[in-house]
């Protein structure tokens, strides 16, 4: 069946990993799990609409004008000049709010995806951006793509300019795995750049221009020598560790059983560590998980290789 004859598709979008430490708003990474569903099949009725959202517990709305997914929809029909295109959207959440996890993100890219594959694929994935951009705004006002540009292309995404979408993707080393942790507590987006300083200190600079260097060295040259070595946020860690309990315990729980490095998945709570190989990430998830767990906080793992794929069509 060709992609003109559908007249139905569901699409998967996964969390992603934003910073990855020492790279502020300006790289991400996609795992494996977990994600966002978004099923797109046309309607007798004209313009978009949305008819079922799943696993939010009634907390986001149906009007697609203020909705993540359909906001990025909306964008892309109008921008193709078919606004009155009759399409219905099903929104499944299979993933926290305010986890650090790129949950909007993965919304906004579902939604635009499904409804470019579902009219015939006018647009190639990566054009898709700009459209799955302005969902992502419409649910946090910050024009950052460093969760929904790995969201939609997989992959590591190094963002060299946010305002001009100029991005690239970075090989990803055969071996390399991350354990992912989201303790089951939220953390505004807002709240977390509240907390940033404003200004800089010039040797704070220099050190994260030269982390940041350094761990896309390592990752093109697949050196988890200086991977490890790079891993280091000197802005952002500092002030935001306060907001997650135990996190300084938890970093040295993941050093400990061998991770690379340790940080904040985006704005948080969730934590990160980057792993060369399966058994030592498996090992540093679950050694993080304990930690949270002697305090009583509920916790889920991911462990995944970084997933290349980005959003697909899963039926």
């Known amino acids: 069946m060709t992609t003109e004859t559908l007249q139905e598709v569901r699409v998967f979008a996964p969390a992603t990993v934003a910073n990855v430490a020492c790279g502020f708003d300006v790289l991400g990474f996609a795992i494996d799990a977990p994600g ?52 219905e959207l099903e929104i499944h959440k299979k993933m926290p709010f305010g986890s650090g996890l790129g949950s909007s993100a993965a919304s906004a890219v579902a939604g635009v995806y499904a409804v470019n594959k579902l009219i015939g694929e006018p647009l190639a994935k990566k054009q898709l951006l700009p459209f799955a951009m302005q969902g992502e705004v419409s649910a946090d006002g910050a024009w950052h793509a460093d969760n929904v540009g790995p969201s939609l ?115 948080g709570p969730s934590v990160f560590a980057l792993c060369e190989g399966q058994d030592i990430a498996e090992r540093v998830g679950a050694a993080i998980a304990g930690v949270f767990d002697a305090i009583d906080l509920e916790n889920q793992v991911y462990v995944s290789q970084i997933n290349k794929e980005g959003v697909h069509v899963i039926s």
Not at 45 to 58: E, H, S, V
Not at 172 to 199: Q, Y
Not at 228 to 245: C, F
């Open 36 to 87: 966002d569903e978004v099923v797109a099949r046309h309607s007798d009725k004209p313009g978009l609409r949305i008819t079922k959202i799943t696993g939010d517990n009634g907390k986001l709305p149906k009007d697609p004008e203020k909705n993540t997914a359909g906001v990025a929809a909306l964008d892309l029909l109008r921008h193709l000049g078919m606004s009155d295109r009759g399409i």
């Open 153 to 267: 292309l997989g992959g590591i995404v190094f963002i060299r300019s946010n305002q001009e979408l100029d991005i690239a993707q970075i090989p990803v080393p055969k071996n390399l795995w991350a354990a992912v942790v989201h303790p089951e507590m939220e953390i505004l987006t807002k709240v977390a750049r509240e907390i940033l300083p404003s200004d800089i200190p010039m040797v704070n600079a220099t050190q994260q221009i030269g982390n940041l260097g350094g761990l896309i060295c390592g990752l093109i040259q697949e050196d988890y020598a200086m991977i490890g070595r790079s891993i280091h946020d000197v802005i952002a860690e500092p002030r935001r560790q306060k907001l997650i309990p135990e996190f300084y315990n938890a970093k040295r729980a993941a050093m400990a059983q061998g991770a690379l490095g340790f940080s904040i998945s985006g704005a």
